[in-house]
């Protein structure tokens, strides 16, 4: 399945490519968003005091987009606001 050839729509998606490790959920925009080549991993994984794994904004990313904390549910949701933020997630995404 090409993911880049699916209708972009409002609201989230769904995009599966074999594997559960491949879903990608994108909340989109009814005329910009846009459907990337590639995930670009933002997350790491740290272990709670009972050392059960959860997944957590990486250090470099923390740095890179202000945003920090646990992600494996993402509630609350995280936004980059911060100008210098802004332009280094364009850079990231090589906008």
Not at 46 to 60: I, L, T
């Amino acid at each position: 399945m090409d993911v880049r050839k699916l209708p972009l729509r409002n609201g989230p998606k769904e995009v599966r490519v074999v594997r559960h490790e491949d879903l990608a959920i994108v909340v989109g925009h009814k005329n910009k968003s846009k459907l990337l080549d590639e995930a670009i991993s933002i997350s790491k994984t740290k272990f709670d005091k009972n050392g059960r794994p959860y997944q957590a904004v990486s250090e470099e990313m923390e740095i890179s987009l202000g945003i920090s904390g646990s992600i494996q549910r993402s509630i609350p949701p995280r936004f980059v606001k911060n100008g210098n933020n802004i332009n280094n997630l364009k850079h990231i995404l090589g906008l």
